[in-house]
């Protein structure tokens, strides 16, 4: 533990390693990752998170990890940027959905969702947790002031992107969660964001109490502190459709590019595949909460 308290990056991963699964040997067969997102299917249900500002003395990085997910059958997702990155990325091939920042100023947000609407993006969505800064005002991400949005913003975004699905991510209560649902989006990422929030409840302790709320009107994704098969398989169990890697797919992977992605992504899913097994769990969707013990 560092000498810094509350930190959540350190709480979210005592919380993953306090989770343990029991062993449901007999019977059991070599099960499948294959697992449908948003009504695609993919070979995994290990996703990209959002990212942003990675150009920054690594040009060419952002597109590379869009091809590293492509070519790992995984669904990228992508974080701030601009016209002409994530035309870089769009043209990289893989299935992408862009989460567009909280922008204060509205036609932003507007002009983020016709570019992915006009470059073949498979979603769009927005990180609501950015709103504020830790100075007691809205946070600004360079000359860009956010906010926090309401509901009928919410909507009004969910109605502009037309036929692609709408993620809300950054959500961490069943109150919010209830909210993106009512305001129409097809999707919420559990998650605070590496950090954004010091003492941030984890994102595997509320997800279940989210998912008896409202899964079964949206699909929830989980971020924050995925690092392996086995992470991935606690959130699945506790009610994740799919699961986001983040960090650790960047430190891995600055230096191998789009091979390096493709392989992290795909050991991930080995180790998925083998917890699964090991539980009796054929298909990702089978996966439950009945295996998990909390220590
Ligand atoms: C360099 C970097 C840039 C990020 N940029 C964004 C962004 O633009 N939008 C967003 O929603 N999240 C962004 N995130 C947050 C990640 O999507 C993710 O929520 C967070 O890192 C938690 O996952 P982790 O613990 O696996 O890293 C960024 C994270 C990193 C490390």
Redesign the pocket.
């Given at each position: 533990m560092s000498e810094k308290r509350n930190d959540s990056?350190e709480i979210?991963r005592a919380y993953i390693d306090s989770l343990t699964i029991e062993q449901r040997l007999i019977d059991a067969v070599l099960p499948t990752a294959k697992t449908t997102i948003l009504g695609k299917e993919f070979s995994t249900p290990v996703m990209n998170?959002?990212?942003?500002?990675?150009a920054q003395g690594h040009p060419g990085y952002p597109a590379e990890m869009a091809k590293g997910f492509g070519k790992a059958g995984a669904l990228n997702?992508?974080?701030?940027?601009t016209d002409e990155e994530m035309e870089q990325i769009y043209a990289a091939g893989a299935n992408t959905i862009e989460?567009i920042?909280p922008f204060a100023d509205e036609s932003l947000i507007f002009h983020r969702i016709e570019f992915a609407l006009s470059h073949g993006a498979f979603g769009v969505g927005m990180?609501i947790?950015?709103a504020f800064g830790r100075n007691g005002a809205y946070d600004m991400v360079g000359e860009y002031m956010m906010e926090p949005k309401t509901v009928k913003q919410l909507e009004s975004y969910v109605k502009a992107a037309g036929d692609l699905p709408f993620v809300v991510?950054?959500v961490l209560s069943v109150i919010d969660a209830q909210k993106c649902v009512a305001a129409g989006a097809k999707a919420i990422?559990v998650?605070?964001?590496?950090g954004i929030f010091d003492g941030a409840v984890p994102p595997l302790y509320i997800l279940p109490k989210i998912k008896s709320a409202v899964g079964d009107q949206i699909e929830i994704f989980a971020?924050?502190?995925?690092?392996s098969g086995l992470d991935v398989f606690k959130a699945l169990a506790l009610g994740a459709d799919a699961v986001?890697?983040?960090?650790?797919i960047?430190a891995k992977t600055y230096a191998t590019g789009a091979e390096g992605v493709a392989e992290e992504i795909t050991r991930m899913t080995e180790g998925l595949v083998s917890v699964m097994g090991r539980c009796g769990f054929k298909t990702t969707e089978e996966i439950d909460s009945s295996v998990i013990r909390k220590l």
């Open positions: 990056n979210t998170a959002a990212f942003s500002f990675l997702m992508w974080g701030m940027s989460i920042k990180d947790d950015h991510k950054g990422t998650s605070h964001h590496h971020d924050c502190g995925f690092e986001s890697t983040s960090r650790h960047l």
